[in-house]
Structure formats: C-alpha cells, structure tokens
T-cell receptor
Framework: GQQVMQIPQYQHVQEGEDFTTYCNSS?????IQWYKQRPGGHPVFLIQ?????EVKKQKRLTFQFGEAKKNSSLHITATQTTDVGTYFC????????????FGRGTQLTVWP | DAGVIQSPRHEVTEMGQEVTLRCKPI?????LFWYRQTMMRGLELLIY????????DSGMPEDRFSAKMPNASFSTLKIQPSEPRDSAVYFC???????????FGNGTRLTVT
C-alpha cells in the first residue's frame, strides 16, 4: 500500500529558531494536505498543495510540494510558543477516492 | 457555522459494555470520516461515508465495531463489547467533497477499564 514517512517524529527548538518537517512518499501523490493539532485539541487544516513544485506561504509558514510529487515540507521561520503542536501531512490515494491517509506527525516543542 | 459536533467528550466505561459515539457533521458536507488516534498507531481511518453510504470500512478493527449514518446530519460509531485496547481518542470529520479539507470535531476520549 501507499506509504508516507514523516520526519522527524519529535523536534524541540528554542523560540526564534526555525523548524522543518518532511513527508516522503514511495509513490507519486495527487495532492497533499497539512494539519496542525494543538495539545489536547483536534487536527486543523492548514493548506493543500496540488501542483508539482508548488510553494505556498502563510505568514511564517512555508509549504512545498516536490517536483516529482513524492515529498513535501513545512517550514516555520522564527518559531513562537504558539507554534507548539503536532504537524501532520495527509494525502489521498489508494483505490478508494476520498480516503485520506495521515502521516505519523511531527511533535514540535518550543522553549521560551 | 457550528462545526463538527461530537458527543460525548469523554467516556469511561468498563470492559464488556457497549459504547456509542455520536457525530453531527457540518451541514452541507457529504463526506464523513471516523478516525481513531492513539500514541502507538497515530491517526487511523476507521470508516468513511459518502452521501450517507459507507464507502470504505477496511479500517474497522473487527466485528465489535460498527458505524451507521442514517441521515446526512448524524452518524454513530458503536463498540460492543468494548475492550481496554479500544481506549483512544475518536475523531469524526466531515468534508464537502473528495480531496477537500477535513473539518474535525473535538473528539471523544474513550477509556475502557
């Protein structure tokens, strides 16, 4: 089946440092979505990437979709304590249209 | 927009008891998903409905789990009988169409003792 590896599993940074999480797939993805889950909360949609090589920005967050559509990254510039949470990539695939698979997530801790 | 509404928020029950989790999707959304989240296995898709019809239930762990969607505004996930290994946070999510973003409810934290 389709496999997506998300790394790292955990990341601890000092406030102000940058942070990046990566999702790597063994097969070509039709699209990729990113979600953030705060501690004790539920996943919240951040963005969707569809096109090869696509780059999207949301304030301090930069999202990229690889040229081969097999990998994606989320980069946060100058982290803040409000960035704490787990970041998930998610992708649709398999034989069932609409089914969304989630990566294992990267848990970000930001020290003040 | 009230968002996806799940109930109860917390459920503590004894092994062997029946548990029913409830979900009201966002009005107008035609896809509904049940996910289970644990530290060990992450976010697992249990079942997915489209226009009230179960499309993919391959993630349902075993026959003890069942899900229904009798109408566009209500879904249930039932576990009977429950076991301690079912302890997890269960999320319901809805979306307006295939590949569109999921809107998650606040989840139900289930503890089976």
């Amino acid at each position: 089946g389709q496999q997506v590896m998300q790394i790292p599993q955990y990341q601890h940074v000092q406030e102000g440092e940058d942070f990046t999480t990566y999702c790597n797939s063994s097969t070509t993805l039709s699209n990729i979505q990113w979600y953030k889950q705060r501690p004790g909360g539920h996943p919240v949609f951040l963005i969707q990437l569809v096109k090869s090589g696509e780059v999207k920005k949301q304030k301090r967050l930069t999202f990229q979709f690889g040229e081969a559509k097999k990998n994606s990254s989320l980069h946060i510039t100058a982290t803040q304590t409000t960035d704490v949470g787990t970041y998930f990539c998610a992708f649709s695939g398999g034989s069932t249209l609409g089914r969304l698979y989630f990566g294992r997530g990267t848990q970000l801790t930001v020290w003040p | 927009d009230a968002g996806v509404i799940q109930s109860p928020r917390h459920e503590v029950t004894e092994m062997g008891q029946e548990v029913t989790l409830r979900c009201k999707p966002i009005s107008g959304h035609n896809s509904l998903f049940w996910y289970r989240q644990t530290m060990m296995r992450g976010l697992e898709l249990l079942i997915y409905f489209n226009n009230n019809v179960p499309i993919d239930d391959s993630g349902m762990p075993e026959d003890r789990f069942s899900a229904k969607m009798p109408n566009a505004s209500f879904s249930t996930l039932k576990i009977q009988p429950s076991e301690p290994r079912d302890s997890a946070v269960y999320f319901c999510a809805s979306s307006s169409e295939n590949n569109s973003p999921l809107h998650f409810g606040n989840g139900t934290r289930l503890t089976v003792t």
